[in-house]
C-alpha cells in the first residue's frame, strides 16, 4: 500500500473534521497554560483549508501540502500558524511532483514537516510543544520501517508514539510559547499543539485504515 | 459570557468597520488582509512604521494609527498573532522608499508571523527593520521561557519613534532609538478578574473572589503567583519593586510612569494606583516627569493594570512631547 | 468585592491626590471642602463654568477641568451628591466678576445641594445660574418620577458651553447654550453587570449570567427592564429607538453620536456599538458628524455602554470643535 | 416631664450609635431601590456630628439642633444630606433659646421639620420617601397631644405610627428621589429614607425612657 494523492486529500479532509469537533478541546487546553486560542485558530486555517482543496485536488501531492501550507500561514496567526504552515510547506516541498509516497518516503516528508517547524520556532525535544508529539512519530516511523514493517503497521506504531509524546508533555516543564511564561504552574497540563498534532497522525491513519 | 458582541468570528471586522467610519480623516481600514492604515500613507520621506498583534488590545494598535505615531497597525483575531498577509499588505502600502520599522511584541506568534512578513518584505524590494519589545519583568528567565513578553513599552516606543519618524529621522536612527526605548522600560501587571476570549466563551482562568493574579501579561493568560488581594499601596509594590531593581532604576532618575488599565479597570481606580506608585517613586529619589494614566494595552475586559516605568532623557523626552493624532493618543494638534 | 482601593473612606481622596499630580499643570486639588480647580483660574473676564456630583464616574466631572471645558469639580463621595460647601468654595474660586454656570445633572440630591449652594453663593454677592441636564430617555414621566436623570449630555454640554465661556459669552449667553444643548440631547444606557460601591461591598444588583439591564442610570441603580442579552445589533437598537423617537431625530438630522462605556466595557465593544448605531442612524437618513467613543461617564466597574445623541446646528459644531485642554478630552491644543 | 438640651445631646448620641449598627442594613435597603449610599452617608454625617456636639454641650436645644443640621448639611450630601439637614436646622429655629420642651413643644418642632422636608424636596406623602414615616408621627402627636396624653405616651404612639408609616413605603409606588427611576419596581422594599426617619423617631423615645 502507498500514499495517493487521493489519500492526502482525504486527510486534510479528516483533519478539518477532526480539528472542528476537538475545537474547544483545544481551545480549553490552551486557557490552562495559554491564551484560549488553538482550537479557533486551526479550526479558522483548516475551514479555510478545505474551500481551497477543489483546486488542487487532481494535483500532485506536493502541490496539496504546499497549498495547505501557504493557506495555513495565511489564516491561522499565531505560533501555530507560521509552525503549522511551515510544516505543510516542508511537506510539500520533500513531495514535490510526488503522486504515491511509500513509507520510506513518508518518514522524509514528516521528517522535513519536523524540521521546518524546529527551525521556525528555535525549538528542541523537551521543550513541551507540538514538537514532543511529531518528534516521537518520526522516531518510531522510521524505526518500524527499518525493522521492515508494512506502512499501515508503521503508522500505527507512529501514532502511539505521538500518543505517547503528547502525553508525556503533561509532566513538563514549558520553555518555549506561551506556556513557557507560568514556569512551574505549566506542569500538569497537556500541551494544546502536541494535541493537535496527534489529532493529526490519527487522521492520517483512519484514512489509511478506511481505504485499505 | 456577557459581550456587547453579535459573533465571536465578527468582532474584530465589526469592531474595524466602527473605527473606520468614527476615524475616517485620521485612518483608512483594508479588510482581507485587515489593516489599518493612515489615511495619508504613504508619507513621502517618511520611515513607514508598522505594528500589530491579537486584538482584545484596543486601542492598541489601531488606535495609535495617525500623524506622529503608527503608519498602520495589523489586527489579528483576538489575543492571536496577525499572519504576515497583513503585515506585508501593510508594509506596502506604508513604504516610501526610506524602510520600514516593524514593531513587534516579544510572543512566539507575533514574532514568526513578522519574521515570515519581513522576509516576504524583503523579496519584494522593501528594506524592512525590526524591534521586539521585552518589557516584561514577570518573566523571569529568557533561558528558560520564550523571553520577556512586550507589554506597556510598546506604547511607548510607538508615541516616541513615531515622533521621530514625523521629523524625518532614517531607518537606522529609527531602528536605534526604538532599541533605546525598550532597554529604558520595564513592565508589571496583575489582575483581579480573568477575562473572556469570545470564542472560548468562559473565563481563560477561574479566580476565587479573594485573590488575584500578579505578573499576567496581556492575554488573558495567568499569571506567575496568585496571592490574596491586598490593599493599593501593597500591590502597587509589588509591581513596582521587581521594575525598580529589574533596569535597575535609581535615585535621580527622571522617569515617564504609565499606570495602564486592563480594559474593566475605571479610571478612577488607575489614579489611586498612580498616586501609590508616586509614593514609592518619591521614596526612592526617582521623579516622574512625564505620565500616561489610563487603559491602552488591554486584555479585553479583565480587571487589573500594570505599571510601566521608562528612564526619560532629552531624546526621548522631547519626541514623547512631539505632537500626535491618533484616536486614542492626541497632543500638539 | 475586588477593587484597586485600600479602604473605602479613602478611595476618593487617594484618587484626587493622584489627579492632582498627574495633571498639576492643568489643574490644581483643594481638599476640605474637596474640589478640583484650573490651575488658572479664576480666568479674567470669563464666565466660571462648576459642575461636580458623586465620584465613580470618572472621568467625569474633575477630568473635564481644564481649558475650554470646565474652571471647577465637585467630586462627592462614591454616587452620593456633593455638599453645598464644596460647590460654594468652587464657585468662589472660579468666580471672575462675570458670573458662574452650575451645570447638574438631574438627581434629587445633586439638585438640592447645588440650589443650596446657589443661595449661599447669592449672598456672598456671585451671580450663579444653573442649568439642570435631564436626557435620560429611560426615565419615562417626570408626572411620576423626580424626572429624567442627567447622564451623557452633561459631558457635551461641558465640553461646548466651555468653548463658549473660553470665547468670551456672557452669563446669559452660556446659560442659553447650555439650555439648547440639553434640549437637543438624549441618552440611553445598558449595563451587563452591576457595579459594587466600595462602601457597600457588594453588587447594587445582581444579574443572572444571561440576563442584562436596560434603561440604567448611572448609580450602579437597576434599570426599568430586565432582558435577555442578545446580540449587540438588537441592544443597540433597544437603545436608539427611544432615544431616536423622543425627540424626535429626523432623516437630514446632523448629529453628535456619543457611544459610551460604563467602566468595565472594552473599547473593542464600543466601536462594535458605534458600528451598529451607525448603520441604524445611516438607515434612516441621519448623519453622524461628529462622535465621541469611549468612557467618559462611568459606574465604577459596570459593564455596559449608553448611547448619547445630540442634535448638531452650526453653533454646537463650532463650541465642540473648539479647542480643549483636560485630562480628558484634548484636541486643538 | 420635659425634653430637656441633655436629651437632646443624648438623642443625637442615640441616633449615632443607631446609624452605626444599622448602616449596612440602610445601605442594603437602598441596594435595592436607589444606589446603595444611604447608610454611608448618614454615619459619616453623624460620626462628623458626634465631634461638634461638646461645643454646643451647655447651649439651648435650638443651637444644638441647627449645628446638627449644618453639620449634616455639610457632611451628608446625596439627597438625605440637604433633606434631614433642612430638618434639624428648621426645628433648631422652632426651638431657638430653649431649653426645655413640652409635648407641644416636640409637636411644634419635629412640624418644622417635616415642612422644611417637604420645601426642600418638593414632595408629599404617598411618595415613598421619609415623609410617609414622619408625617404620620407628627399626626400622632398632634392626636395624642388633643387627648391630653403625657410626653411619654405622647412619643410612643408617635413612634408607633412613624413605624406603620415606613412599613407602608412597602407596597408603595415611588415617584420622588431615586426610587422613582424603577417605576413599578419599586413596589414591595421598604424606603431606605423612611427607615432612617424610623430609627431617629426610637432614638428620641429610648432616650427620654431611660431618663423617666
Ligand atoms: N517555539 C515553538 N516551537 C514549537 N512549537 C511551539 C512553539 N511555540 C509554541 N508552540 C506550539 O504552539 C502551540 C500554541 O499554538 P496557538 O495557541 O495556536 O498559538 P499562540 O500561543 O500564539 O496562541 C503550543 O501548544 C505549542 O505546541
Ligand atoms: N424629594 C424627596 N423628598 C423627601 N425625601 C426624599 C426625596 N428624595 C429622596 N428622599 C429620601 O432620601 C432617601 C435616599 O437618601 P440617600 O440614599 O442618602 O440619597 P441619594 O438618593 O441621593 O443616594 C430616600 O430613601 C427617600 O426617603
Ligand atoms: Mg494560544
Ligand atoms: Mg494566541
Ligand atoms: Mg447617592
Ligand atoms: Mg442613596
Not at chain 1, 6 to 16: A, G, L, N, Q, S
Not at chain 1, 68 to 84: D, N
Request: proline share 4%; hydrophobic share 45%.
Amino acid at each position: 500500500m502507498q500514499i495517493t494523492a487521493d489519500h492526502v486529500i482525504k486527510f486534510i479532509e479528516t483533519i478539518t473534521m477532526r480539528v472542528k469537533e476537538q475545537r474547544d478541546y483545544l481551545t480549553q487546553l490552551d486557557s490552562a497554560i495559554g491564551d484560549a486560542d488553538h482550537g479557533v485558530n486551526l479550526d479558522r486555517g483548516f475551514t479555510t483549508v478545505l474551500t481551497k482543496l477543489p483546486s488542487v485536488a487532481d494535483k500532485d501531492i506536493g502541490t496539496i501540502l504546499k497549498t495547505v501550507g501557504t493557506t495555513l500561514v495565511s489564516t491561522v496567526g499565531g505560533a501555530s500558524g507560521p509552525l503549522y504552515g511551515t510544516a505543510f510547506l516542508r511537506a510539500g516541498m520533500a513531495s514535490a511532483d510526488r503522486f504515491e509516497l511509500t513509507v520510506d518516503d513518508l518518514a522524509v516528508v514528516i521528517e522535513a514537516a519536523l524540521e521546518g517547524i524546529q527551525a521556525r520556532g528555535k525549538s528542541t525535544r523537551g521543550e513541551k510543544t507540538m514538537i514532543d508529539a511529531i518528534g516521537p512519530a518520526v522516531d518510531a516511523l522510521k524505526a518500524a520501517r527499518a525493522a521492515g514493517d508494512d506502512l499501515l503497521t508503521s503508522l500505527r506504531k507512529a501514532v502511539a508514539a505521538c500518543q505517547a509524546g503528547m502525553e508525556a508533555t503533561i509532566p513538563m516543564l514549558a520553555t518555549k510559547g506561551r506556556a513557557s511564561y507560568l514556569g512551574e504552574r505549566s506542569i500538569g497540563h497537556q500541551d494544546p499543539g502536541a494535541t493537535s498534532a496527534f489529532l493529526m497522525a490519527q487522521a492520517l491513519l483512519e484514512v489509511l485504515e478506511a481505504s485499505q | 459570557m456577557k459581550k456587547l458582541i453579535n459573533a465571536p468570528e465578527q468582532v474584530v471586522k465589526e469592531a474595524l468597520a466602527g473605527m473606520a467610519d468614527a476615524h475616517a480623516d485620521l485612518l483608512t481600514v483594508h479588510y482581507d488582509p485587515d489593516f489599518i492604515v493612515r489615511a495619508d500613507a504613504p508619507i513621502a520621506n517618511k520611515v513607514g512604521l508598522v505594528s500589530g498583534g491579537g486584538s482584545g488590545h484596543e486601542p492598541m494598535h489601531g488606535g495609535f494609527v495617525g500623524k506622529g505615531m503608527l503608519d498602520a497597525a495589523c489586527p489579528g483575531a483576538v489575543f492571536t498573532s496577525p499572519v504576515p498577509d497583513q503585515m506585508l499588505a501593510a508594509t506596502k502600502a506604508v513604504s516610501a522608499g526610506k524602510g520600514v520599522l516593524h514593531i513587534v511584541k516579544n510572543y512566539t506568534g507575533d514574532v514568526m508571523n513578522f519574521e515570515m512578513a519581513a522576509e516576504l518584505a524583503a523579496a519584494e524590494g522593501i528594506e524592512v527593520a525590526s524591534v521586539v519589545t521585552n518589557d516584561d519583568v514577570a518573566v523571569k528567565d529568557s533561558l528558560y521561557t520564550a523571553g520577556r513578553r512586550g507589554v506597556g513599552v510598546t506604547v511607548l516606543m510607538e508615541k516616541i519613534v513615531g515622533g521621530a519618524a514625523e521629523a524625518g529621522a532614517d531607518l537606522a536612527a529609527i531602528k536605534r532609538l526604538a532599541e533605546k526605548v525598550n532597554a529604558h522600560g520595564r513592565s508589571m501587571g496583575m489582575a483581579l478578574t480573568s477575562c473572556v476570549v469570545p470564542h472560548a466563551g468562559k473565563p481563560t482562568f477561574d479566580l476565587p473572589d479573594d485573590e488575584m493574579e500578579i505578573g499576567i501579561g496581556i492575554h488573558g493568560e495567568p499569571g506567575r503567583t496568585r496571592v490574596k488581594v491586598g490593599h493599593a499601596a501593597d500591590i502597587a509594590a509589588m509591581l513596582a519593586a521587581p521594575i525598580l531593581e529589574d533596569l535597575p532604576f535609581k535615585q535621580g532618575d527622571h522617569v515617564l510612569a504609565f499606570v495602564n488599565g486592563m480594559g474593566g479597570t475605571p479610571l478612577i481606580e488607575l489614579y489611586l494606583m498612580y498616586n501609590e506608585l508616586h509614593k514609592i517613586l518619591a521614596g526612592q529619589g526617582i521623579t516622574i516627569s512625564r505620565r500616561l494614566i489610563g487603559s491602552y494595552i488591554t486584555s479585553l475586559e479583565m480587571a487589573g493594570c500594570s505599571f510601566t516605568l521608562l528612564k526619560l532623557d532629552d531624546e526621548l523626552t522631547k519626541f514623547w512631547d512631539a505632537p500626535v493624532l491618533t484616536p486614542a493618543l492626541r497632543w500638539g494638534y
